[in-house]
């Protein structure tokens, strides 16, 4: 069935069949439709005292309000406003909704009402006086206007086919490019012998073609048109960075005298993809460049990340990083200079998972990453061996050991000696002693010397300090305090307690009712030692050292409170890896007393004094600890570290102290 509006408002009906013309239901329609042209007629002469209002050039201006109208009722307002005929198809249905707010002139308005035909699936197509409202498929078989260059009318959803002539390009090569952009029923026809394309589409798409038809109908030897179409990536950034690319690099070859490829890259975002214009053998470049940049984001690779820290703590590392210094606010870096950060770096700290969240650019992001890379490694160990032990002054230090006091006795590995002073009757009967004829007294202020790993004082050679541990079983002058080993990390603390928790009475109260209440206080009284090493690069370890002893004596203060006595030491040393220190001089009085008296006749009273001698005597001891550092740097030294102290128990018998020396030294 097809209707026919005319522009003086009738409608033939020719075509109808006998059934339909005698529904009522076709006769309210036509009612309704001039009903509602009539109102809208209303509607113009109140808004124009009695007539439409006059625009440019003398044109009469209209507002279009239609909301959801049968999209006949529309044609014909377009029909008696524009004074054109209309063709409907019977295909041709529906309801339409147009609000134009503002006032247009009829040709304004013949254009909304091609643009809402496309919307539709319609298209309108002159034939002679009358004009098509058929379906957009079927445009293709009719007679529609046909451009054969570009004419200065506006953009518009009029159907129209452009003959395009190619100058360079390839007919069939631009229809591959352009077949994807066409719209929807719209076809090109591509003609190779002539060098052109027949385009049938709407006008305003067809402008569009045109501009890339412009871009890669260029000039070229040999050039290839390819188009990319992408993933992830968006077209128009990607484009303008290969673009930009490919340019530098051609200015760099503007001297040369062979003329320059033609590279061209353009952006069609609609399908997101990429045109490429160029030769064979940098199409295969531009491709694989498009191929590494058009890849799915990995989580990280935005501004904010997180970076997992294997060793170092997460505390730590945030506070060094956030003191690096940052760029000035408005200032762009200099060249040459030390990169810096950029104010907006953020990096927090997470503890639970030992991480960092960093908000940065990627030129910071790259500083940041060098840096914790630097920082974030495995750290070196140190393990310590201590020995703490009294010695009585009275008494010859019969160690095998010549100490003296401030004398240069030799060097080793290039270093001076500084020994203490003591003498010795018998040194050979020390293992691992030689003999030899020199001899000084003990001093007794404090000092401090390094062994090593051998030395030689006076004549004798001395191994290391098991020598040294050797006389202690059978010598009552000589006592042990403590034999404590540890592990830490490189910079780390470290601390050895071996003692008791002693109660201190510090006040005493009665009650009202006569109860005698008494206070204690708790200290801790015995051996601390701690530690803090510091390894450089050549294996030398510098041991910051805070050595304490105290011990309650008998005698008790005129307020009947305990006394405390304390030794401490404090120093720092820089000792080779497996080489031993010595720290000494920490001297402290003792008094002894004792009765001895004869058995039964001792305990007689009065008689008993003749029989039983009382006797006290003072004395002084000196305070001397050894260290030993052992650098634990790879797990080989960790597992040959743990196999020696293991044969080590195995070979300590009960009631006896033993001290052996490192195997397989550095």
Same mark, same amino acid.
């Given at each position: 069935?097809?209707?026919?509006?005319?522009?003086?408002?009738?409608?033939?009906?020719?075509?109808? +069949?006998?059934?339909?013309?005698?529904?009522?239901?076709?006769?309210?329609?036509?009612?309704?439709?001039?009903?509602?042209?009539?109102?809208?007629?209303?509607?113009?002469?109140?808004?124009?005292?009695?007539?439409?209002?006059?625009?440019?050039?003398?044109?009469?201006?209209?507002?279009?309000?239609?909301?959801?109208?049968?999209?006949?009722?529309?044609?014909?307002?377009?029909?008696?406003?524009?004074?054109?005929?209309?063709?409907?198809?019977?295909?041709?249905?529906?309801?339409? +909704?147009?609000?134009?707010?503002?006032?247009i002139t009829p040709q304004e308005a013949y254009m909304v009402f091609e643009s809402v035909l496309d919307v539709h699936g319609y298209a309108a197509v002159p034939a002679g006086n009358i004009i098509k409202i058929i379906p957009a498929a079927q445009t293709r078989g009719q007679n529609v206007e046909t451009r054969l260059r570009e004419s200065a009318v506006s953009p518009s959803d009029k159907v129209v086919t452009r003959i395009v002539p190619l100058s360079y390009a390839n007919a069939d090569e631009i229809k591959k490019i352009l077949d994807p952009l066409v719209s929807k029923g719209s076809i090109i026809v591509s003609y190779p012998p002539a060098g052109m394309l027949v385009v049938t589409d709407l006008l305003s798409n067809i402008q569009r073609l045109l501009k890339i038809i412009e871009a890669v109908d260029v000039q070229g030897m040999g050039e290839q048109i390819t188009v990319v179409p992408l993933t992830y990536g968006s077209a128009a950034p990607m484009a303008k960075s290969i673009s930009g690319l490919f340019q530098d690099t051609s200015r760099k070859t503007k001297r040369d005298a062979t003329p320059e490829p033609i590279i061209k890259v353009i952006a069609d975002e609609r399908t997101n993809s990429l045109i490429v214009l160029a030769s064979e053998a940098d199409t295969a470049k531009i491709r694989e460049l498009i191929k590494l940049l058009d890849r799915e984001p990995v989580r990280g690779e935005g501004d904010v990340r997180v970076y997992y820290l294997q060793n170092a703590k997460a505390e730590d590392m945030a506070k060094v990083l956030m003191a690096i210094p940052v760029a000035p606010a408005g200032k762009e870096q200099e060249k040459g200079k030390t990169p810096i950060?950029?104010?907006?770096?953020?990096?927090?700290?997470?503890?639970?998972?030992?991480?960092?969240?960093?908000?940065?650019?990627?030129?910071?992001?790259?500083?940041?990453?060098?840096?914790?890379?630097?920082?974030?490694?495995?750290?070196?160990?140190?393990?310590?061996?201590?020995?703490?032990?009294?010695?009585?002054?009275?008494?010859?230090?019969?160690?095998?050991?010549?100490?003296?006091?401030?004398?240069? +006795?030799?060097?080793?590995?290039?270093?001076?000696?500084?020994?203490?002073?003591?003498?010795?009757?018998?040194?050979?009967?020390?293992?691992?002693?030689?003999?030899?004829?020199?001899?000084?007294?003990?001093?007794?202020?404090?000092?401090?010397?390094?062994?090593?790993?051998?030395?030689?004082?006076?004549?004798?050679?001395?191994?290391?300090?098991?020598?040294?541990?050797?006389?202690?079983?059978?010598?009552?002058?000589?006592?042990?305090?403590? +034999?404590?080993?540890?592990?830490?990390?490189?910079?780390?603390?470290?601390?050895?307690?071996?003692?008791?928790?002693?109660p201190y009475l510090t006040r005493q109260d009665t009650s009202q009712s006569g109860i005698d209440y008494s206070h204690y206080e708790y200290k801790d009284v015995g051996v601390t030692l701690q530690i803090t090493p510091q390894i450089n690069q050549d294996r030398f370890v510098r041991l910051k050292i805070m050595q304490e002893v105290s011990q309650v004596i008998k005698e008790e203060s005129s307020v009947g409170l305990p006394t405390t006595l304390k030794r401490m030491a404090k120093t720092t040393v820089i000792v080779k890896d497996g080489h031993t220190i010595v720290i000494g001089g920490l001297i402290d009085d003792t008094m002894n007393s004792g009765v001895y008296r004869v058995p039964c006749l001792g305990g007689i009273p009065g008689l008993g004094n003749f029989f039983r001698t009382e006797s006290s005597n003072t004395g002084k001891t000196n305070l001397f600890v050894f260290l030993t550092p052992h650098i634990i740097e790879y797990v080989s030294e960790a597992d040959g570290l743990y196999r020696e102290k293991k044969e080590q128990i195995d070979k300590v018998k009960e009631g006896s102290i033993k001290m052996y020396e490192r195997k397989g030294g550095k």
């Open positions: 069935m097809v209707r026919l509006i005319q522009a003086n408002g009738c409608q033939d009906e020719e075509d109808l +069949t006998v059934e339909q013309r005698q529904k009522k239901g076709y006769l309210f329609r036509a009612v309704s439709i001039v009903i509602a042209f009539l109102v809208i007629t209303a509607v113009w002469g109140a808004d124009t005292g009695g007539g439409l209002q006059e625009g440019k050039a003398g044109e009469k201006a209209v507002t279009i309000d239609f909301d959801g109208v049968d999209i006949v009722v529309f044609i014909k307002f377009i029909s008696e406003l524009t004074g054109k005929n209309f063709v409907i198809d019977s295909a041709v249905r529906g309801n339409v +909704t147009v609000i134009s707010p503002t006032r950060l950029s104010k907006e770096v953020q990096i927090v700290a997470d503890k639970s998972t030992n991480s960092l969240v960093i908000t940065a650019g990627k030129d910071d992001w790259q500083v940041l990453e060098e840096v914790i890379r630097k920082l974030d490694i495995t750290r070196r160990m140190v393990y310590i061996e201590a020995l703490l032990m009294e010695v009585s002054v009275a008494k010859d230090f019969e160690l095998g050991v010549e100490w003296r006091g401030a004398e240069k +006795t030799g060097s080793i590995d290039g270093r001076q000696i500084v020994t203490f002073g003591a003498s010795t009757s018998q040194p050979s009967a020390f293992p691992g002693v030689n003999t030899g004829t020199q001899s000084v007294t003990l001093p007794l202020g404090f000092s401090l010397g390094v062994l090593g790993e051998g030395i030689s004082i006076g004549g004798f050679l001395f191994p290391n300090i098991g020598a040294v541990v050797r006389a202690y079983q059978k010598d009552s002058d000589v006592h042990i305090l403590s +034999t404590p080993q540890i592990m830490t990390t490189d910079n780390e603390d470290a601390e050895i307690q071996v003692g008791k928790n002693v």
